[in-house]
């Protein structure tokens, strides 16, 4: 047995991508979920009611102060000769610079701070979810987008620095180098734009919806052991009435039939981080200037 709390939230409470849609997405309760239970009728709970993105901007930045911290004791009381957590920050990012390094080469290592930052990130705001009482907020869309136009204006200032105003549209264009190229620029232009506009929507779509699959099949699986849990001691009926009646559910014991996807979903939230960051690295990669030799 294990002890959680479900709710059954609709999409319009707890996702805005899923608000139009008009779907129904099962989601684990959180702790602002449960505070908005108990205070629903004071102005603040109000607030939590028509403003239910908030949860997701309080949970990232949770995510982020737990960052900080982390690299805060940790450099603190800096050693020439590292331990514990120390010792696992570098060893995280001496991984992340090699990572970086073999997409971008020796100039990789300017660009580290950024990727690393936004792995670690992402992987902190994935496995909240995991923790009772948390929630992934990469689960929900307005995050995501978020991350994703933060690394498209990154990309584009790189290559407008690295460059310059004239190089910048001269790489949009593809490069032009003889009439056949410049008379191809008017098509390659406007393709190589929308190219750039839709790297941050695959970015964003792609994180947010893999989260959200994780934490509804996760929240499928906690309702199931619910069920089963009421219908062994013979209150499924209640259980039916309650998710028909309220749309929501508030009991503590079920069975824990949700820990093999929350371990998978250590696995998949980890990839997600790092297909995000890889990604944004060969984006900001692309646009900085290639050498002709090998």
Same mark, same amino acid.
């Given at each position: 047995?294990?002890h ?16 139009a ?12 979920t ?6 629903q ?18 949970? !990232? ?5 737990i ?6 004791f940790a450099l =603190?009381? =800096? ?10 920050v ?7 610079d090699n ?8 100039r ?11 792995f670690?990130?992402?992987? #902190? ?7 009772p009482?948390l929630?992934s ?8 987008i978020?991350m994703?136009i ?11 620095r ?20 410049? !008379? ?18 695959? #970015?964003?779509? =792609? ?13 499928v699986f906690?309702?199931?052991?619910i ?17 028909r ?5 508030? @009991?503590? @014991?079920?069975?824990p ?6 371990? #998978?979903?250590? #696995? ?25 030799h090998?």
């Open positions: 047995m294990v959680w709390v479900f709710a059954a939230s609709t999409g319009a409470a707890e996702h805005g991508a899923e608000k849609a008009g779907s129904s997405v099962p989601e684990v309760s959180n702790l602002i449960l505070i908005h239970h108990a205070i009728e004071t102005r603040l709970g109000h607030f939590l009611h028509n403003h239910p993105d908030w949860e997701n901007i309080v949970f !990232s930045w949770c995510a982020l102060l960052l900080c911290l982390v690299v805060y =603190r009381s =800096r050693k020439l000769i590292p331990s514990g957590l120390q010792n696992l570098e060893m995280a990012m001496e991984a992340l990572l970086v390094c073999s997409v971008m080469g020796h990789g290592h300017h660009y580290t701070p950024f990727i690393a930052t936004l670690l990130y992402i992987w #902190l705001m994935n496995m909240s979810g995991l923790v009482g929630k907020s990469t689960s929900n869309l307005n995050i995501t978020g994703a933060a690394v498209f204006f990154y990309a584009q200032i790189t290559g407008i690295e460059l310059g105003p004239f190089g910048y549209l001269h790489h949009m264009a593809g490069s032009p180098k003889d009439a056949v190229g410049w !008379s191809m620029s008017v098509l390659m232009f406007p393709l190589h734009v929308m190219e750039e506009l839709i790297k941050p929507c695959s #970015l964003s779509l =792609r994180l947010f919806g893999n989260i959200l699959g994780e934490d509804a099949l996760i929240g906690v309702l199931l052991g069920a089963c849990t009421n219908l062994v001691f013979g209150s499924g009926f209640e259980l039916a009435a309650a998710l009646h309220e749309g929501h559910i508030s @009991i503590p @014991i079920g069975l039939l949700q820990v093999p996807f929350m371990l #998978l979903a250590m #696995l998949t939230g980890t990839i997600q981080a790092l297909v995000f960051s890889l990604l944004s690295t060969i984006y900001i990669f692309m646009m900085l200037p290639h050498e002709e090998h």
